[in-house]
């Protein structure tokens, strides 16, 4: 089945620092991936959409200068947590879709988490 | 945009019981509804999915009915095992994107 690699899966980072996740899909090409943010028990909060050749498409109240997407192949889209702080430590995961997500099922990453000391 | 609206945010059952999720959702061009099992820390995972052709859906000891004309959706697991306990999010999709619910922790007590 399709395969998404994210990567690292835990990272902790001192306040100031920059770091750089990846999201892969392994045996499927990703026109569109997409960034979520998730705090402890909640539900899953989706931060922007990535989209390969062009912008990432952010949500409301996303810094898109803090949060950096790039989105450079078919099959890799990065997320950059720039000048992170303590606030900025959670879960966050990227997934993406075979062919048009508009009617196919999200492949969801492991996950990686941050800690921002 | 969709909204869309998950219920209870917390169940517990005992073993062998059933255990049902529901969700509402407001767009009515959403056609597309699947449902995610998350285990603490790691991915959510797709257990069951429906489209807006179909009513019900079915697969072993998990099912999800849709009513598009009511605008809601639910999955109901039987038999539980402790297993199943884990966050579960439903999602509706419109207009190329995921709107996901809130989630609901389902713990089965053995």
């Known amino acids: 089945g399709a395969v998404v690699s994210q990567h690292p899966s835990w990272v902790i980072c001192k306040s100031g620092t920059s770091v750089k996740i990846e999201c892969r899909s392994l045996?499927?090409?990703?026109?569109?991936m997409f960034w979520y943010r998730q705090f402890p028990k909640q539900s899953l909060m989706l931060m922007a959409t990535?989209?390969?050749?062009?912008?990432?498409?952010?949500e409301q109240g996303v810094e898109k200068d803090k949060f950096l997407i790039n989105h450079a192949s078919l099959t890799l889209s990065t997320l950059t947590v720039t000048s992170a702080h303590p606030e900025d430590s959670s879960f966050y995961i990227c997934s993406a879709s075979v062919g048009s997500s508009y009617n196919s099922p999200l492949h969801f990453g492991n996950g990686t988490r941050l800690t921002v000391t | 945009g969709e909204n869309v609206e998950q219920h209870p945010s917390t169940l517990s059952v005992q073993e062998g019981d059933s255990a049902v999720i529901k969700c509402t959702y407001s767009?009515?061009?959403?056609?597309?509804f699947p449902w995610y099992k998350q285990e603490l820390g790691k991915r959510p995972q797709l257990i069951i999915d429906?489209?807006?052709?179909?009513g019900e859906k079915k697969d072993q000891r998990i099912a999800v009915t849709l009513n598009k004309t009511a605008k809601h959706f639910s999955l109901h697991i039987t038999e539980t095992q402790p297993e199943d306990s884990a966050v579960y999010f439903c999602?509706?999709?419109?207009?190329?994107?995921?709107?996901f619910g809130t989630g609901t922790s389902l713990t089965v007590i053995p």
């Open positions: 045996d499927f090409q990703a026109t569109t």
């Open positions: 767009d009515s061009a959403s056609n597309y």
């Open positions: 999602a509706a999709i419109t207009s190329n994107q995921f709107y």
């Open positions: 429906i489209r807006s052709n179909v």
């Open positions: 990535s989209n390969e050749g062009s912008k990432a498409t952010y």
